[in-house]
């Protein structure tokens, strides 16, 4: 085990919101396998930033990015 430290889980009400979708989705996402890794904690479910940053790059699909001139 590393001395990293663990980083703050978000709640499911948090991460809808900050997806703008509806606890009803994550809840769909996560039975159909289709949303971010998420933690099961007793009854809580729980989602690392890191995580939800990872599954949201899988799911870029078209445009292109182009860095800003400075």
């Known amino acids: 085990m ?6 703050k889980l978000l709640e499911q ?4 919101e900050r997806l703008h979708v509806s606890l009803g989705t994550l809840r769909t996402w996560r039975t159909e396998g289709k949303g971010p890794r998420f933690h099961r ?3 809580m ?3 690392a930033p ?3 940053k990872e599954w949201l790059q ?3 699909v078209g445009g292109q990015f182009v860095e800003a001139a400075r």
């Open 2 to 7: 590393t001395d990293k430290p663990l980083e």
């Open 13 to 16: 009400k948090e991460l809808a």
């Open 41 to 43: 904690i007793g009854l």
């Open 45 to 47: 479910i729980r989602y």
């Open 50 to 52: 890191s995580d939800v």
């Open 58 to 60: 899988s799911r870029q």
